[in-house]
């Protein structure tokens, strides 16, 4: 039972360009998301969150977008540097979940040079 | 900048035997969780305590498994009787009430 999920397994694109990383939900009771990068042998770092009342959140380089109605976020860098290239997951909470976070499976960034 | 640490980045046991792995948490954080991942599997949520109880735990987190904070600082994970299926990365995180969570860097535990 995929109650969040990353379609795609990986995304490459070249630096200087925008990276769009998707996520979409199930529950519609989660109302809270967050968006980790995660380098081989670290643990997740928190990049950025959105609370559900908002639709957009910006952080330098890093914009999270959320779309209610269609249970879908994204998350834009702009412009992608190689340092980003990582792991992104995207994760909910809320709802029956409580403050616990439900990942998704991740999406692998390359950015190449 | 505050960190979450863990101890042993690596462990290695026998399938049977028991294992403690230890976090030290953000100071002054109130929420503490344990998460795994299986290679090339899903984060997934293990147990999460607060005001020195556990306050959810997902099925993975059965009675082999339990959590203690001795000593107000460190955040312990036990397994009593490691299975070949327990060798995951372990995740230790913490937040405050306003933070998002912090997580720690890991263990990777290998069950031979």
């Known amino acids: 039972d995929q109650q969040v999920k990353q379609n795609s397994p990986s995304l490459s694109v070249q630096e200087g360009r925008i990276s769009i990383l998707n996520c979409d939900y199930t529950?519609?009771?989660?109302?809270?998301f967050l968006w980790y990068k995660k380098y081989p042998a670290e643990g997740p770092t928190f990049l950025i969150s959105i609370s559900s009342i908002k639709d957009k959140n910006e952080d330098g380089r890093f914009t999270v977008f959320l779309n209610k109605s269609a249970k879908h976020l994204s998350l834009h860098i702009v412009p992608s540097q190689p340092g980003d290239s990582a792991v992104y997951f995207c994760?909910?909470?809320?709802?029956?979940?409580?403050?616990?976070?439900?990942f998704g499976a991740g999406t692998i960034l390359r950015v190449k040079s | 900048e505050p960190e979450v640490t863990q101890t042993p980045s690596h462990q290695v046991t026998q399938m049977g035997q028991e294992v403690i792995l230890r976090c030290v948490p953000i100071?002054?954080?109130?929420?503490f969780y344990w998460y795994r991942q299986i290679l090339g599997q899903k984060v997934e949520f293990l147990v999460s305590f607060y005001n020195n109880e556990i306050s959810e735990k997902s099925e993975i987190f059965d009675d082999q498994f339990s959590v203690e904070r001795p000593d107000g600082s460190n955040f312990t994970l036990k397994i009593r009787s490691t299975k070949l299926e327990d060798s995951a990365m372990y995740f230790c995180?913490?937040?405050?009430?306003?933070?998002?969570?912090?997580f720690g860097p890991g263990t990777r535990l290998t069950v031979t």
């Open positions: 100071s002054n954080h109130l929420y």
């Open positions: 994760a909910a909470s809320g709802g029956e979940y409580g403050n616990k976070l439900v």
């Open positions: 995180a913490s937040r405050s009430l306003r933070s998002d969570g912090c």
């Open positions: 529950n519609s009771m989660f109302d809270y």
